[in-house]
């Protein structure tokens, strides 16, 4: 059986432009404001990378520390993402 995906303009991470996302990443977790985006590099402001999470239904991170200015997170090394707090 075969599984056709259909690419639509404006979805994935271009939806999520200006909002606070959470990137789960092949080492890290990554987490800030969703600033700018293409297909080598997305770039967050107020970035944090969490070291540890915690439950998720709590409203912060156990331990998210802080990066320096802007961010950038290959979009390579993204395995999903979303909207989490």
């Known amino acids: ?6 690419e639509i303009k404006g979805e994935g991470l271009e939806k999520l432009m200006g909002k606070n996302v959470t990137l789960f990443c092949l ?7 969703l600033k700018g985006v293409n297909a080598d590099c997305v770039l967050l402001e107020d ?7 915690g439950s998720f239904s709590e409203k912060d991170w156990k331990d998210a520390q802080s990066l320096p200015g802007e961010w950038y997170v ?3 090394a993204i395995e999903s993402f979303g909207l989490l707090k």
């Open 1 to 6: 059986m075969k599984m056709l995906v259909e």
């Open 27 to 33: 080492n890290y977790i990554y987490t800030g404001k």
């Open 47 to 53: 970035a944090k990378i969490v070291y540890e999470t």
């Open 74 to 76: 290959q979009t390579s």
